[in-house]
């Protein structure tokens, strides 16, 4: 079946340091969602991405789909303590299995002040 | 105001008593799904439900059934609980498919 994975697994970084992490389908995907979990929380919806090598901009945050609808990042630029917390990727395929998400295993950011 | 609820919180059980899991949403959302997330796993898809009585396997469905009688309501059911279920839950729904997802609080529940 379709799997996602995303690296790195942490990320540690002082406050004002950039932060990406990776994103990679076995599969092509039809979409790519990013969510943010704070710590004790749930994932709260950041963006989607459909089209093959789309860049998107929120404030200091970048997202990116690869040419290919394989893979993807989330670049944070100038970390602040507010950005901590696990940002997960979350693939769709197309075709039958269109309802299915699959969510990466996430990447959990700490940021030292 | 606009939310996913999710009943109970928390829950300690114990191997083999059934046991539901209730998941509404206000917003009259199509699509309904629920998660379980492990630690280094991150979110597992459990079942989604496209539409009333619409429901399909995710990627971790065995042990788990799913209803959706009305469109507000997509109850989990653990009919026979064993201790590898206990988790993180994670009810979510969207207008649709390929739309943003919204999480409820999340159920811990611990099977012994």
């Known amino acids: 079946g379709q799997q996602v994975m995303q690296i790195p697994q942490y990320q540690h970084v002082q406050e004002g340091e950039d932060f990406t992490t990776y994103c990679n389908s076995s599969t092509t995907l039809s979409n790519i969602q990013w969510y943010k979990q704070r710590p004790g929380g749930h994932p709260v919806f950041l963006i989607q991405?459909?089209?093959?090598?789309e860049v998107k901009k929120q404030k200091r945050l970048t997202f990116q789909f690869g040419e290919a609808k394989k893979n993807s990042s989330l670049h944070i630029t100038a970390t602040q303590t507010t950005d901590v917390g696990t940002y997960f990727c979350a693939g769709r395929a197309g075709g039958t299995s269109y309802g299915k998400l699959t969510f990466g295993q996430g990447t959990i950011l700490t940021v030292h002040p | 105001e606009a939310q996913v609820t999710q009943n109970p919180r928390y829950l300690i059980t114990v191997t083999g008593k059934k046991l539901t899991v209730t998941c509404s949403q206000n917003?009259?959302?199509?699509?309904m799904s629920w998660y379980r997330q492990d630690p280094g796993l991150g979110l597992r898809q459990i079942y989604y439900s496209m539409n009333v009585e619409v429901t399909d396997k995710g990627d971790v469905p065995e042990g788990y059934k799913v209803s959706r009688k009305e469109k507000r309501n997509f109850p989990l059911i653990l009919e026979s609980p064993s201790p590898n279920q206990t988790s993180l839950y994670f009810c979510a729904s969207s207008f649709g498919v390929g739309y943003e997802q919204y999480f409820g609080p999340g159920t811990r529940l611990t099977v012994t």
């Open positions: 917003m009259n959302h199509e699509y």
């Open positions: 991405l459909v089209k093959s090598g």
